[in-house]
């Protein structure tokens, strides 16, 4: 069977499970906690920009009624910015809604 450079099992085919792998990957905290991060950064990004778009606004439209760049929209919407909770706030409010977080 063919390895990786950090010599794991390359396993291809019918063999290859994702569930196991994924279940095998979350033992490992530090795996847990940055995949975990990773979502929360993607579910964030997606519903900025998806409320962006129902209500019909460009990026350029939300910077100026939330009184930021287009630039910073444009990061608000890449799962890889984590914004201000000033910044979430205007945005909110720029797009008629109440920003709620909350610890589940």
Known sequence: MKKNKKGHEIVRGEDYDFGEYK???????????????AFAELKLAHQIAELREEAHMSQAKLAEES???QQVVSKLEDE??????????????ALGKKLDVKFV
């Open 23 to 37: 279940r095998e990957a979350y033992r490992d905290p530090k795996v847990r906690e940055r995949c975990e991060i």
């Open 67 to 69: 009184h930021t760049r």
């Open 80 to 93: 890889h910015h984590i914004p201000s909770f000033i910044t979430l706030l205007k945005v909110a409010h």
